[in-house]
């Protein structure tokens, strides 16, 4: 097999398996008593303040998955260290022969489609851009992945007050990584930072929160197609589901994402 189409062959079979995980921890949720609360779509909760952006760390090589069906947290994080040791372990072939990494776009929907030199690279820093609805991940101030997402219901102008659909504007944090949302894989902006707040709090209201950066829904209650076309959420920015786990990979939390107009 050759080097590009292991890549291929690699990165899917272990998106499929981080699939399977998070349906089985989604499952086993649903009936544990001790059971992660999932985020509301939107609350009215202020996320905690988090540390300064970390440096991106090195993906490690890690010993395959075994099967944690009783255990569904384990689970789900050997699948997301199985895609990050595939990707590690394709990594130097794809370099090497100077394969870019929009070759692998057919296993993530696109979204590995970057500018640059083409190889896999994790992210130093995230920016969204609501008009062109396109979420950019960047290092070194180079663009290496993008993807189409979806908005909130009203996506024009930055987020006023809590119920308003509207997506933020401005510069926040990954906050938090949620396997067991109700969505497809969940990430958390700091939404809302101080500016937010005082805005809010002029209008005698509240600024919402519960932002995030998700997949599809579990259980949804209209066609696919509607969600690829429509912006659909109660603010939050959404990708497809593929899209959703190469993010997962490339980001970690304590990134900076700004999120423009």
């Not at 272990?14 to 699939?19: G, I, S, Y």
Request: proline share 8%; net charge neutral; glycine share 6%.
């Amino acid at each position: 097999m050759s080097d590009r189409r292991a890549f291929r062959a690699a990165v899917a079979a272990a998106a499929c398996l981080l699939t399977f995980a998070v349906a089985s921890a989604q499952d086993f949720n649903s009936v544990a008593s001790s059971a992660v609360a999932t985020e509301p779509t939107e609350a009215a909760t202020v996320a905690a303040p988090i540390a300064a952006p970390v440096t991106t760390p090195a993906v490690a090589p890690v010993t395959a998955p075994a099967a944690a069906a009783s255990d569904p947290v384990a689970a789900i994080d050997d699948a997301v260290s199985a895609i990050g040791d595939a990707v590690a372990a394709a990594g130097a072939s794809v370099a090497a022969t100077s394969v870019p990494v929009a070759a692998a776009a057919a296993t993530s929907g696109g979204g590995l489609a970057g500018s640059g030199s083409g190889h896999f690279e994790l992210a130093d820093r995230v920016v969204v851009r609501k008009s062109t609805r396109k979420l950019l991940l960047m290092r070194d101030n180079h663009v290496v992945a993008e993807y189409p997402i979806r908005l909130g219901l009203n996506p024009v102008g930055p987020k006023q007050r809590e119920g308003d659909f509207r997506t933020p504007e401005g510069s926040y944090w990954l906050a938090r990584r949620n396997p067991y949302s109700d969505y497809f894989l969940s990430i958390e902006v700091s939404y809302p930072n101080d500016g937010d707040r005082s805005r809010a709090q002029r209008s005698r209201s509240a600024p919402g929160g519960s932002i995030m950066i998700h997949g599809q829904p579990n259980f949804p209650r209209k066609p696919a197609d509607y969600y690829a076309r429509n912006d659909w959420t109660d603010g939050c920015i959404a990708v497809s589901n593929p899209d959703m786990v190469d993010i997962w990979l490339r980001t970690r939390v304590g990134l900076p994402i700004e999120i423009r107009p």
